[in-house]
């Protein structure tokens, strides 16, 4: 079964300290990797997408990378405004083309 | 430009009762998405259209939801006899194709809540 998991659920850091998000996952074939970000009462906004192992793409703070089991949303020297909720989903060759298979993602909370 | 909108925002309704939920998705895009979203959760995928038809509902949990997009733009989610169990935020989301890409944008949600 196609599965996405991401560590840890919460992460508290300083204003300035540098850390990783994890997304591990299982899928039958993997046709692209989606980073997103979710404020509390919004929806999702599009981050990053990611197709395949090596593949690294950076936005201000923030750089996803991918293997073929995981990606890392590294943020460097995180400000207050970048916490929230950021969440990993999938997109697999096997199932619908439109189904993203989302994790249950990772709230960052940055304190000044 | 301006974004995939939902309304209403908020709705609450009675157990048993019917609803319908509405996207406008970004101009352009042709493909448009249902999910739903409990507390604590990520998104949850239901349907999703590319033009006017259907192309995968399998993510409808029972017979009670259903989706149209009659003229491949806007789109409306209709839940029957509501149940409590329904109670979630429904996000639509809009891509300029299936696949592809898959860079989907989403809408602000619609929050049910059933009583």
């Known amino acids: 079964e196609d599965q996405v998991t991401q560590s840890p659920e919460a992460l508290r850091l300083q204003e300035g300290e540098s850390s990783s998000l994890n997304c591990s996952y299982t899928?039958?074939?993997?046709?692209?990797l989606f980073w997103y970000r979710q404020d509390p009462g919004k929806g999702p906004e599009f981050l990053f997408t990611?197709?395949?192992a090596g593949e690294e793409k950076e936005k201000e703070r923030l750089k996803a990378t991918l293997t073929k089991k995981e990606s890392f949303l590294h943020i460097t020297a995180p400000k207050p405004e970048d916490s929230a909720t950021y969440l990993c989903?999938?997109?697999?060759?096997?199932?619908?083309?439109?189904?993203?298979?989302f994790g249950k993602g990772t709230k960052l909370s940055v304190k000044p | 430009g301006a974004g995939v909108s939902q309304t209403p925002s908020n709705k609450v309704t009675e157990k048993g009762k019917y609803v319908e939920l509405r996207c406008d998705p970004i101009?352009?895009?042709?493909?448009l998405y249902w999910y739903r979203q409990s507390l604590g959760q990520g998104p949850e995928f239901l349907i999703y259209?590319?033009?006017?038809?259907?192309?995968?509902d399998s993510g409808l949990p029972n017979d009670r939801f259903f989706a149209v997009r009659p003229e491949g733009s806007v789109s409306t989610l209709k839940i029957q006899r509501t149940e409590r169990g329904d109670s979630a935020v429904y996000l639509c989301?809009?891509?300029?194709?299936?696949?592809?890409?898959?860079?989907?944008?989403f809408g602000p949600g619609t929050r049910l809540t059933v009583t």
């Open positions: 989301a809009s891509s300029r194709s299936a696949g592809g890409t898959g860079e989907q944008y």
């Open positions: 899928v039958s074939g993997l046709r692209g």
């Open positions: 990611l197709y395949s």
């Open positions: 989903a999938v997109l697999n060759y096997g199932g619908s083309q439109g189904n993203l298979i």
């Open positions: 101009s352009g895009h042709t493909a």
């Open positions: 259209f590319q033009g006017t038809g259907a192309a995968d």
